[in-house]
């Protein structure tokens, strides 16, 4: 493989990863802050403990997010400084919002709301959550805002060798954008619905002490997962109306992408819909449907990573569509031995993580809200969870 | 503008050195001072609440870097790129490690993490030292190490002073200021330095307005929040950290 091909595996490694933690955490992170309000307002013990177990599991999660971002917010100078050399006066903006203001703001109310458990007043508390929930949009929108640009380059006009922004409006209204964000907040609304299904049918099929508790949390879920895949659905189908013609004509990979993730997904949202939807009072107690709940929980994260390829496929061989090649963003300096030695340490310790990650997830899921420690008070035994 | 957009990434810079100093202090002293559990379990709880806050004006800066300065971003990313790669594998690693350590109650899954967070801050500081060292000659070189030795001690005195500051069983003494004045001296050096290259490299006065007006709103809450975490985290207590 020559460099160009190492620094394109890389950024779609290192992106596909991020991605999967993104988009379980744009899902969850309104779950939770709900269940938080409820807590607020009901001081219900159900409530605090779904979400201090929901929140044990987002904030794992979460972290990865952040680690996977950085290495690929890095890469844009590393590998593709082209990008930044042709249209940096336009890209960059978007995605110096996203960093500047959303990312910085979204962490920072993290903090708040995982330390300030029993520290802040209860309504701050609350208040910190919606403010990650608000700022992680926020940051979809923009990094939609960055991607749909190189879709579509609108907003912006060729002087020269390099682009500029002429038209902000037309930037944030891009055709490319209207449909594919909410389509991607549908399908992260669909994943944390059915990992919440998944891992209350685990608890439920297993008869924990928690009934009401993960009850609860698989209704909740449901409706999320149903909401989520009508949104995703039909948010898709609405992009047809803009993807430039011939877009998926003779690309393999862009095309095995599309052509799955509508078949998994139509299959999904049939099912989700059509038989889980109408069982919703019956499903926490039908423990026969829980091993299916359970195994369904990876396909969003598989269909989720087929609709990017679709997209960022289907873009080949542009990076930014007919102003750019990805060849020709590549940087000039980039030798073999620079792009060999980044695609090891990257890939591999994101890898790593991301396998502990999972497993870490796995086992708070399996441990049950007992000794969750987010949110434990000081008297309280943490069992180190 | 391109005067107020030098000034803002002038302050995300030297504000990481004396915020995020600290925190990668505490982890430079964590094998020399975490005698046992408790006192590593303390030292950790005790940046715990102000990683997560102090960490994003790095990456704050890296948005400014691409979108006020795009020709420069590459450019300085290339030329320091091995190093580059190994600080954002030592990031990576610190990070991983606070998130990781506790999550497991095995002494060797908590050992394991706790060196990655040793491993990682000091990846940074060195890391630091060399970039700046790069940045002010215009070449990277191992000369660069001495540098970084300076930024590691400097911040490892800086964890000494706040952990002083914030734990009532740790004999650190000195004033926290002082030491994040050191802790953020060489990147204030090389700022000085650079201001006029800097300027020179802005993007476009339109791409920085509309930068700007974009910003401008959200600035107060930006503040706001970094002022809430000082104010809700600013006195220690007893509470249990997850970190």
Wanted: no cysteine.
């Amino acid at each position: 493989m020559d460099v160009l091909d190492i620094a394109r595996l890389q950024f779609a490694l290192t992106g596909s990863l991020h991605f999967l933690f993104v988009v379980l955490t744009l899902g969850l992170a309104p779950l939770v802050a709900i269940m938080n309000t409820r807590w607020a307002r009901s001081g219900n013990p159900v409530h605090e403990g779904m979400t201090r177990f929901w929140g044990q599991i987002y904030v794992i999660n979460y972290a990865m997010g952040i680690v996977t971002g950085l290495v690929m917010e890095f890469q844009f100078g590393l590998s593709w400084s082209g990008l930044a050399h042709t249209a940096g006066d336009v890209f960059g903006a978007p995605l110096a919002m996203e960093t500047l203001v959303a990312f910085f703001l979204e962490s920072t109310f993290l903090g708040l709301w995982i330390f300030g458990w029993h520290r802040l007043p209860k309504w701050l508390h609350v208040a910190s959550i919606w403010m990650v929930v608000l700022t992680a949009y926020g940051s979809a929108f923009f990094i939609m805002v960055a991607n749909s640009f190189l879709q579509n380059p609108a907003g912006a006009t060729r002087v020269g060798d390099h682009l500029q922004l002429t038209d902000a409006g037309a930037l944030l209204s891009n055709p490319q954008l209207v449909f594919a964000l909410p389509h991607v907040i549908g399908a992260a609304l669909f994943t944390g619905g059915m990992v919440m299904m998944g891992a209350s049918a685990y608890h439920l099929r297993r008869r924990t002490p928690d009934l009401e508790l993960f009850t609860r949390s698989l209704r909740t879920g449901l409706v999320a997962a149903a909401v989520g895949i009508l949104l995703a659905v039909a948010m898709g189908y609405a992009q047809f109306s803009v993807v430039p013609e011939g877009k998926f004509e003779g690309n393999t990979g862009a095309g095995i992408g599309l052509g799955f993730m509508i078949l998994l997904g139509e299959l999904l949202m049939f099912v989700v819909l059509l038989v889980m939807l109408p069982m919703i009072k019956v499903l926490p107690r039908w423990r026969w449907t829980h091993p299916v709940l359970i195994a369904m929980t990876p396909l969003p994260f598989v269909i989720s990573i087929l609709g990017w390829m679709a997209r960022e496929i289907g873009r080949q061989p542009w990076m930014i569509t007919g102003e750019l090649t990805v060849a020709d963003a590549l940087s000039p300096g980039l030798t073999q031995p620079m792009i060999a030695m980044s695609f090891a340490g990257f890939v591999g310790v994101l890898a790593m993580l991301a396998i502990v990650d999972y497993v870490l997830i796995v086992r708070v899921v399996r441990r049950g809200p007992v000794g969750t420690a987010l949110g434990a008070r000081p008297a309280e035994p943490v069992l180190s969870y | 503008m391109d005067i107020v957009w030098l000034a803002v990434f002038s302050a995300l810079l030297i504000g990481y050195f004396a915020l995020e100093g600290f925190d990668l202090g505490v982890g430079l002293l964590l094998p020399f001072l975490g005698r046992d559990r408790d006192r590593r379990d303390a030292m950790i709880g005790a940046i715990a609440p102000f990683v997560l806050a102090n960490e994003v004006w790095l990456v704050a800066l890296a948005g400014v870097l691409f979108g006020v300065y795009p020709s420069l971003e590459a450019e300085v990313l290339l030329a320091l790129y091995p190093l580059v790669v190994v600080m954002l594998l030592s990031w990576v690693l610190r990070d991983a490690g606070l998130w990781f350590r506790r999550r497991i109650p095995a002494q060797g899954w908590r050992s394991f993490w706790e060196f990655a967070i040793f491993i990682g801050s000091l990846g940074l500081a060195l890391g630091w030292g060399m970039a700046l060292f790069a940045l002010a000659t215009g070449s990277l070189s191992w000369t660069g190490l001495a540098l970084g030795g300076f930024v590691a001690v400097a911040f490892a005195y800086h964890g000494w002073t706040f952990l002083g500051r914030r734990l009532t069983s740790f004999p650190g003494g000195g004033s926290p200021w002082l030491s994040a004045v050191l802790a953020a001296a060489p990147a204030v050096i090389v700022l000085v330095g650079a201001a006029g290259y800097l300027l020179e490299h802005s993007a476009p006065s339109a791409t920085l307005t509309t930068l700007g007006l974009m910003v401008v709103p959200f600035a107060p809450i930006m503040v706001g929040a970094q002022v809430l975490v000082w104010r809700t985290f600013g006195k220690a207590d007893r509470m249990p950290s997850f970190f």
